[in-house]
């Protein structure tokens, strides 16, 4: 127990899963910054999160209670929930927040959570010195015309990463990889910094990067792609989010696979290089801070012939990373199964002073009330087969040895690991222990969100939800 007054940093890197990340063991070099950091510090190995979807997973995070228990969901605004920030307020922290995902904004009340919360989503350049900050200096000039002086600029001075650059533009939004607000969201932290005083802060910074469609900016963009595909991708990739590949009459395109998880790991390693200066700059400015690294949910990459991450509870959307760093050094590999939801009592006692780590669990417990919830995949052409199947509740428990994924129809989906041949009782026990049966869950029906703010509409649009 320290008598120190830490100052407590969450980064969550939305739809970041955990095995596209070097330092969990991923084959290509995506995230070389947290890696340095994984070496020195706390890496919890089995971490899961307790849904599938952003804004039931950070209401996990914040009131560490389960969804079914807080049941978080589109039509729900959750202003009122007991979180930690209450407690946090009540110790004397400033909380503050930057996000970039409109489910965290103010059309669900999140925004009632902080003393200072903004909703960051205008999408900026990888270099202050590309031709796109040039872009902004020629005012009143239309933009195609724009780009074509500077392309031409470009060209006559040999200059060809601009020309490059212009020609991206000209090819329309589409073909454009653009940051999703990381930039931005780093700036907005570091000018909250700037307006405090001596009192201790939480500071809750939501990243877009890893979320689809994956437009990470040059070279990022093209950085793991295989030289054929490259210029393909600028073109087919985004009109991929939503294809109905959860009807089982269709099958993914291997080479848009390909694509897809390129771009996604092009996604990853763009914000690693982004969370590099948030990091430092931070941890110059106040040296009394704890950061921990996370991700709300993962993504299946047409996994299990799942596009995204909107149905199913599989390890490819809740096996997430989770690194702390602590001021002192404080290094440790946390073997066993921890939940996201644990992370509420745990930033409550680090506010305390108390650097323990996390304290695994038995199993760690997700669950998913169906597609329906989602306005985009009640549009797909599904058979009713197919639309009834991913219309299911289901709950997930799982550690460092198996998974047990239970349906509310008595189906059971069973995944041994590590040796072992079957999964043991002891998990299906564990499921009606911490949230009962779950043949007595109702399948949620669909519901929509009602936004009336057309930035945070057009952004939940962008993200596939809508």
């Known amino acids: 127990m320290s008598d120190e007054r830490y100052n407590i940093v969450l980064v969550v890197m939305d739809t970041a899963r955990a095995q596209n990340?070097?330092?969990?063991?991923?084959?290509?070099?995506?995230?070389?910054?947290?890696?340095?950091?994984?070496?020195?510090?706390?890496?919890?190995?089995?971490?899961?999160?307790?849904?599938?979807?952003?804004?039931?997973?950070?209401?996990?995070?914040?009131?560490?209670?389960?969804?079914?228990?807080?049941?978080?969901?589109?039509?729900?605004?959750?202003?009122?929930?007991?979180?930690?920030?209450?407690?946090?307020?009540?110790?004397?922290?400033?909380?503050?927040?930057?996000?970039?995902?409109?489910?965290?904004?103010?059309?669900?009340?999140?925004?009632?959570?902080?003393?200072?919360h903004e909703f960051m989503n205008e999408g900026v350049d990888l270099d202050d010195n590309s031709i796109f900050e040039k872009a902004k200096e020629m005012r009143n000039v239309p933009k195609l015309e724009k780009y074509w002086k500077l392309g031409k600029e470009a060209l006559l001075g040999g200059n060809f990463r601009d020309l490059f650059e212009a020609g991206f533009f000209v090819l329309k939004k589409a073909s454009?990889?653009?940051?999703?607000?990381?930039?931005?969201?780093?700036?907005?932290?570091?000018?909250?910094?700037?307006?405090?005083?001596?009192?201790?802060?939480?500071?809750?910074?939501?990243?877009?990067?890893?979320?689809?469609?994956?437009?990470?900016?040059?070279?990022?963009?093209?950085?793991?792609?295989?030289?054929?595909?490259?210029?393909?991708?600028?073109?087919?990739?985004?009109?991929?989010?939503?294809?109905?590949?959860?009807?089982?009459?269709?099958?993914?395109?291997?080479?848009?696979?390909?694509?897809?998880?390129?771009?996604?790991?092009?996604?990853?390693?763009?914000?690693?290089?982004?969370?590099?200066?948030?990091?430092?700059?931070?941890?110059?400015?106040?040296?009394?801070?704890?950061?921990?690294?996370?991700?709300d949910h993962g993504e299946y990459l047409y996994a299990h012939k799942r596009p995204n991450h909107l149905v199913g509870l599989h390890e490819e959307v809740t096996h997430v990373p989770l690194i702390e760093v602590f001021p002192e050094e404080v290094e440790a590999n946390v073997e066993g199964a921890v939940e996201l939801r644990q992370l509420r009592d745990h930033i409550i006692d680090l506010a305390d002073g108390d650097t323990s780590t996390i304290e695994p669990v038995d199993y760690a417990i997700s669950e998913d009330y169906g597609g329906e919830n989602f306005p985009a995949f009640r549009d797909l052409d599904l058979t009713d087969e197919d639309r009834k199947k991913h219309s299911r509740y289901s709950v997930s428990a799982v550690n460092e040895r198996e998974q047990l994924i239970e349906y509310s129809d008595g189906e059971r989906e069973e995944n041994p690991c590590r040796g072992n041949k079957a999964v043991s009782d002891s998990a299906s026990e564990a499921i009606r222990s911490k949230v009962g049966e779950p043949s007595q869950k109702e399948d949620e029906e669909g519901k929509d969100l009602n936004v009336k703010d057309e930035k945070i509409k057009e952004n939940l649009k962008d993200l596939g939800y809508m």
């Open 21 to 116: 990340f070097s330092c969990y063991g991923y084959e290509k070099k995506t995230t070389p910054f947290l890696d340095e950091l994984a070496e020195e510090n706390v890496v919890y190995e089995n971490a899961y999160s307790q849904a599938n979807w952003t804004l039931s997973s950070h209401a996990s995070m914040f009131s560490g209670q389960y969804l079914s228990e807080h049941k978080a969901d589109l039509d729900k605004n959750i202003e009122g929930l007991n979180v930690l920030q209450d407690d946090l307020k009540e110790k004397g922290y400033t909380n503050l927040a930057a996000v970039n995902v409109g489910y965290l904004s103010s059309s669900t009340g999140v925004d009632t959570f902080f003393d200072r």
């Open 176 to 295: 454009m990889r653009i940051d999703s607000g990381a930039k931005k969201t780093n700036e907005k932290a570091f000018e909250y910094l700037e307006d405090l005083d001596d009192e201790p802060f939480f500071m809750f910074l939501n990243y877009a990067e890893p979320h689809a469609p994956f437009k990470p900016p040059f070279p990022y963009s093209h950085k793991y792609l295989d030289r054929k595909l490259r210029y393909k991708s600028i073109f087919e990739a985004d009109h991929e989010n939503m294809k109905p590949y959860l009807d089982s009459r269709k099958e993914p395109d291997e080479e848009m696979m390909d694509i897809k998880e390129s771009l996604y790991d092009g996604s990853i390693s763009y914000l690693d290089y982004r969370l590099e200066n948030l990091y430092k700059t931070i941890r110059g400015k106040h040296p009394n801070t704890i950061f921990i690294f996370t991700s």
